[in-house]
């Protein structure tokens, strides 16, 4: 039976609220990175202005024992914060290493380490919310045939290695953990970047907001804001939403096998940012559950519902 058009209408809901929140969450890790790698950037300002400017100069100095004893407490904290996972360690030696030479590879290192922090943090929530969402798929589907709770022990089982499987299959060569750690390191090279080039120009004691933290930072494109809001956008519609979509397609149509469910509707989330050609898959349902087209473009929010 065809599904009530309140049922698609509650899944619709459903979509969007996960969505905004998983976004804002995501944002979240970046702008509490940024808070702290602005502390540590204070640091060095605060420490070793000459008349209210930090020059490249002071950086290019070999860390004193105050530098060393702030590296070696923050380092401290981070490898508790970092502890098990092989990709950091990999960095967190690689930034022991090289703190020592100046200053400047001093706080490029603490940049390193913080985003390494934003990677395994990103990763976990990405990889839960794929988890949650074909969770929620099922339930969903369950509903829209009147399946309560899980018919069959094996069903959670399959459903999981569905999940396993994308969430460590390959697309260009790289997983997505790959993915989400090369952007950390474009992120902190980015940033690293950022703050050289101010160097060069000179840090101002009264103004490091408006020369990187600040929407409207002087090195605009460079700024240490503008290169985690870049960040942000990637992590959030390249990576989970889209994954997101995915997973749900995937379980979908695994869904209308196993309960051998014939038809299949297309839905939009019926905004003002649906495109024409979502509409028009829309427009052209019902399908036969075998025949779904796949999605017409990357961040397409659509749903199908069997019955
Ligand atoms: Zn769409």
């Known amino acids: 039976m065809k599904p009530s058009k309140s049922l698609a209408k509650k899944r619709e809901r459903e979509i969007k609220a996960d ?11 970046l702008t509490s990175a940024s808070a702290d790698i602005r502390q540590y950037v204070s640091y060095f300002v605060d420490n070793y202005n000459e008349d209210g400017t930090l020059a490249i100069n002071a950086m290019r100095t070999a ?25 950091a360690q990999y960095r967190i030696k690689s930034a022991q290493k090289m703190a020592g030479f100046d200053r400047e590879t001093l706080l ?8 390494s922090k934003v990677a395994i943090d990103a990763e976990t929530f990405i990889k839960q919310a794929i988890q949650s969402e074909a969770g929620k798929e099922v339930t969903f589907q369950g509903n829209v045939i009147k399946i309560n709770g899980i ?10 290695d569905i999940v396993e499987n994308f969430i460590n299959r390959e697309t260009q060569d790289l997983t997505l953990s790959n993915r989400i750690w090369l952007k950390a390191d474009a992120l902190a090279a980015k940033i690293n970047q950022a703050i050289h080039k101010a160097l060069v120009a000179g840090i101002d004691v009264d103004s490091i907001d ?25 992590y959030v519609h390249a990576l989970l939403l889209n994954e997101k979509a995915l997973i749900v397609a995937a379980i979908g149509a695994f869904l209308a096998t196993h309960w051998k469910l014939k038809r299949a509707d297309w839905y939009t989330v019926e905004d003002s ?18 025949d779904i087209p796949s999605k017409p473009h990357i961040g397409c929010r659509c749903f199908v519902i069997y019955y």
């Not at 018919?151 to 999981?160: A, K, T, V």
């Not at 408006?210 to 990637?234: A, G, P």
């Open 19 to 29: 969505d905004s929140s998983d976004a804002d969450t995501l944002a979240n890790l």
């Open 63 to 87: 860390p004193n024992t105050t530098d060393l004893t702030t590296w070696k407490k923050f380092i401290k904290r981070y490898k508790q914060l970092l502890y098990g996972n092989s990709e």
């Open 108 to 115: 490029n290192s603490i940049i390193k380490v913080i985003t």
């Open 151 to 160: 018919p069959d022990g094996d069903l959670d089982q399959q459903i999981n």
């Open 210 to 234: 408006d020369q990187l933290f600040y929407e409207t930072s002087r090195l605009n494109e460079d700024s240490v804001k503008s290169v985690s809001d870049s960040t942000i956008k990637y």
């Open 273 to 290: 940012h649906v495109c024409q050609a979502c509409k028009s898959l829309q427009g052209a349902n019902p399908y036969a559950a075998s």
